[in-house]
């Protein structure tokens, strides 16, 4: 028996297959490009192509047989197959097919009509195939996870992506459900200025109240941190989850178009016209961050313009997008109770703060010079590379972040009512009572939206759910309690319950705008072939991970107490921990679970000794207390 | 030796879900297995472990509770067991909760009267007791309404500030006296000047 206790010490157990377990990648799954990045013992290393390119193009484009093409490639497709291409597609997720069409401007996008039966999201024609921004997206995170197997030359299964803090939880749970569909387990959703902050306070060492201005392709964030001793506290976020440098290369396009017009003549514009406009806009961009002005010529279907654009021109033309960032700035440093002058540091993220001007702005408003001694393109995915090591390997560094929107219920006349406000630290609970309104009623419809407008239609709507089975009462005596929990990926599950009858519904919040259960098997079953030997393997991975808490405990209980057993229980307890040991080295998780369980079985014995022990070590404790008070109080009487 | 059982030994221990051996309730971790446990039902005061008084210092308490977190946050769980992920987000839940309504002195006013008077005041303290709060309410509402630049806003966001002063003043003596009444009518002040610093805020960002 003595083997037992040799086996391991507490806590120093290997977990089975620790090789795997600890290559976490960070991801940046960004509007315009996307980046995977790695960090070992602190040594972080952003991921590059063959041509020393660390930037993947978010564009992917679809082959007649479905396969998709991802990045630099796709990229050079756009302008000869604009049809079966698509991009920015981050700007669609956790969207309906109404809200992409309000969204506004000229959008690149072939929307399906929806058909019965299916959720709200929104569905994309290209070249031919439906797809769901998830799907889209899965295809993204499929070719940053092939570039991290290529140069760690192993299976990456684990990453830590990032989102726009303003992020709402429709967006927050595409994303992961587009990472699940790569086959990567989401260790951590981070929002990406909490990411670049990390990257700054652990590799340069900032501390102070910090600003992260965040200027993505198709998303502005703001957040204002502390940063003190490897916490990294944010105080307020804000932003605009469709702002960005799109929008820069939509005015610049709209501008041309206009132009082009007018020279030919046309009205209705093809899709192929404003995807080449666009196109031309961003180049148009790019060149004005570094030129005074510059000519660019549009050619669609045979038919040739010419446009000239100055610096100052372009500036005028993204003037209200560059104030709106601003003045969202303002917003949250007014919120959280502090003014430009109390920041210490402005850090940006993001390509479009390339944009003079967007500089100009920043630096104006907060009175310093900004920092970007981190590439703004890839200090996200630094961060997270950071993050998914911490998270892996352990460290001491602590994100504390906050919910970017209000969170409510929709009570009587469209009105909403708040259940967590915006900018409270995360994971929170809170929950509010309601009741019923009309005699007998035994069912209510359950609204969650979120957003910070006081009426319904406002504010985005996450679910829809009835809790049912509510005892017939008169109204407003039954007691209906809604409780809101918000995850440290910052993703939401409400359950409601009548307190008198204890009846209970619990809903994970995704069905407006997600994919439901079903979709999920079917787009896994249909995008991997081995999609039923991946989930195998997690729940695999799974058992094996409890296992092993369940070893160790023992191992801990034996080490304590173990001379409270006799030399055949203890036989027994060491060969039921050996059977446990030999399933962890196979594959079989079912014999995994088995054993797990008959090993609890066989302690259970020990636990109720134990108990008994323990109690008793009290009891004793107690009495001496209370003798030594009684002497006590008899000789100060 | 009668009462011996009014502190009983079963209400200072529990069994530790994971190993199934005793541990304190109180305990964030069972003192035999390390694992992580859910967390106890006690005041936010024991939760961030300060004493229960409306004077609390706030720098203090944040390190007490970064080093709580830094124990307890899910991202220290990130590849444990299901049920260890989850007690973990209890845990820090738990003390969001706690550090929220204890550095803040509105929110810590009103839970230690609620704490403090639950038997004496059910009705905690949103029952305006006192004619002169409402008026001085009113009044600072209609100088609001007038005040339409933004030297007007600042002076009586000055003003308010300044009474915010007073009243937390009268709130630490209050407590400090065990006048709970008196702390009641102090809170359903201070929430409000702290309305009223809102709607300042507000209204600055409107001018701008």
């Known amino acids: 028996m003595a083997q037992i206790l040799q086996i391991h010490e507490p806590g120093q157990s290997p977990v089975p297959h620790q090789e795997d377990a600890e290559l976490a990648v960070g991801i940046d799954l960004g509007t315009t490009n996307s980046v995977v990045a790695i960090s070992s013992e602190g040594k972080i290393e952003v991921l ?7 930037l993947v193009p978010s564009i992917v484009a679809y082959a007649p047989d479905g396969s998709a093409i991802v990045g630099e490639l796709a990229k050079r497709l756009l302008l000869s197959r604009p049809d079966s291409v698509v991009s920015s597609i981050k700007r669609l997720m956790g969207r309906g097919a109404e809200d992409v069409r309000s969204l506004g401007g000229q959008l690149p996008f072939d929307i399906e009509p929806q058909h019965e039966g299916e959720s709200q999201l929104v569905r994309l024609n290209i070249g031919g195939h439906t797809l769901t921004p998830i799907e889209i997206s899965a295809d993204i995170l499929r070719a940053l996870k092939d570039r991290a197997e290529g140069h760690l030359g192993a299976k990456v299964e684990k990453a830590v992506i990032t989102v726009p803090a303003y992020f709402d939880d429709a967006q927050r749970s595409a994303t992961k459900d587009g990472a699940r569909l790569a086959g990567l387990e989401v260790l951590r959703l981070v929002n990406e200025p909490t990411a670049a902050a990390l990257a700054y306070g652990l590799d340069k060492g900032a501390e102070g109240l910090f600003a992260v201005f ?49 020279d030919l003549g046309e009205t209705g514009l093809s899709g192929g016209e404003v995807k080449v406009a666009l196109m031309t806009g961003r180049l148009a961009k790019e060149c004005l961050s570094t030129e005074d002005s510059g000519e660019w010529v549009l050619t669609v279907d045979d ?25 969202i700035c303002h917003e949250v440093l007014t919120e959280a109770g502090f003014d430009p002058l109390d920041v210490k540091g402005v850090v940006l993220v993001g390509g479009s703060t390339r944009v003079p001007s967007v500089r100009k702005a920043v630096a104006s408003y907060f009175g310093s010079e900004p920092l970007a001694d981190i590439d703004p393109d890839q200090v996200v995915a630094v961060g997270a590379a950071l993050q998914a090591e911490a998270l892996t390997v352990g460290s001491d560094t602590l994100l504390l972040d906050v919910t970017p929107l209000s969170l409510g219920l929709e009570t009587m006349g469209g009105l909403v009512e708040k259940v967590i406000p915006r900018n409270t630290p995360i994971p929170v609970a ?35 759910f009835t809790l049912k089975g509510i005892p017939p009462m008169a109204a407003g005596a039954a007691h209906i309690r809604v409780t809101f929990q918000v995850d440290a990926d910052g993703l939401l599950t409400v359950t409601a319950g009548e307190e008198t009858s204890a009846i209970e519904a619990q809903v994970e919040v995704k069905p407006s705008y997600g994919l439901s259960e079903d979709e999920m098997s079917t787009m896994l079953y249909d995008s991997m072939k081995n999609a039923k030997d991946d989930m195998e393997l997690r729940l695999l991975a799974e058992a094996r991970v409890e296992a092993e808490r369940a070893m160790l405990a023992v191992r801990s209980a034996l080490q304590a107490d173990c001379s409270l057993l006799s030399v055949e229980e203890r036989e027994d307890i060491g060969g039921q921990m050996d059977k446990v040991i030999v399933a962890i080295k196979g594959t079989d998780r079912d014999a995994i679970n088995t054993a797990a369980e008959d090993l609890d079985n066989a302690t259970r014995v020990f636990a109720e000794k134990r108990m008994d022990k323990g109690i008793r070590d009290a009891l004793t404790g107690v009495s001496m207390d209370k003798l030594e008070t009684t002497i006590g109080d008899g000789e100060s009487a | 030796m009668n009462d011996v059982n009014t502190k009983t030994p079963q ?6 879900w994971s190993c199934k051996g005793p541990t304190p309730v109180a305990a964030l971790f069972c003192q035999t297995c390390k694992a992580v446990q859910a967390p106890a039902a006690v005041t936010h005061f024991v939760r961030l472990g ?31 067991a299901p049920k260890e992920r989850a007690l973990s987000q209890q845990q820090a839940t738990a003390l969001n909760d706690a550090y929220e309504t204890l550095k803040d002195p509105l929110k810590r006013a009103d839970y230690l009267v609620h704490i403090l008077g639950v038997n004496v005041l059910p009705e905690g303290c949103n029952l305006v ?9 009113m009044e600072m509402r209609e100088k609001l309404a007038m005040a339409d630049t933004m030297d007007a806003l600042n002076a009586i966001q000055r003003e308010t500030k300044a009474e915010i002063d007073d009243v937390l003043t009268g709130l ?17 002040r201070l929430k409000y000047l702290d309305k009223m610093m809102g709607e300042v805020r507000q209204g600055r960002a409107r001018l701008l």
Do not use: W
């Not at chain 1, 590059?48 to 660390?54: L, V, W, Y």
């Not at chain 1, 309601?434 to 996450?462: K, P, Y």
């Not at chain 2, 209400?11 to 530790?16: E, P, R």
């Open chain 1, 48 to 54: 590059k192509d063959d041509d020393g390119q660390a």
């Open chain 1, 214 to 262: 965040d200027l993505g392709g198709g998303t502005f964030d703001v957040s204002l941190l502390r940063m003190q001793k490897g916490v990294f506290q944010v105080l307020a976020t804000g932003g605009d989850a469709a702002l960005g440098g799109d929008d820069f290369d939509h005015a610049i396009a709209e501008h041309f178009l206009t132009e082009r017009q007018a």
């Open chain 1, 303 to 327: 038919h040739q313009t010419k446009h000239r654009l100055d610096r100052a021109t372009f500036e005028g033309l993204i003037k209200p997008y560059v104030d709106r960032t601003i003045k």
């Open chain 1, 430 to 464: 809170k929950a509010q009572e309601f009741t019923t309104f009309q005699d007998g009623q035994t069912a209510m419809a359950i609204h969650v939206v979120q957003g910070e407008r006081e009426m319904v239609d406002q504010n985005r709507s996450l679910a829809r």
């Open chain 2, 11 to 16: 209400a200072t221990l529990k069994s530790c």
């Open chain 2, 50 to 80: 300060v004493e229960q008084s409306f004077d609390v210092d706030v720098a203090g308490l944040g390190r007490l509770y970064f080093d709580l977190q830094r124990q307890l946050h899910p991202d220290r769980f990130a590849t444990k």
């Open chain 2, 129 to 137: 007791r006192d004619q002169s709060i409402l008026i001085e309410a």
């Open chain 2, 172 to 188: 630490s003596l209050a407590f400090r006296g065990d006048d709970i009444e008196g702390a009641c009518q102090l809170t359903t």
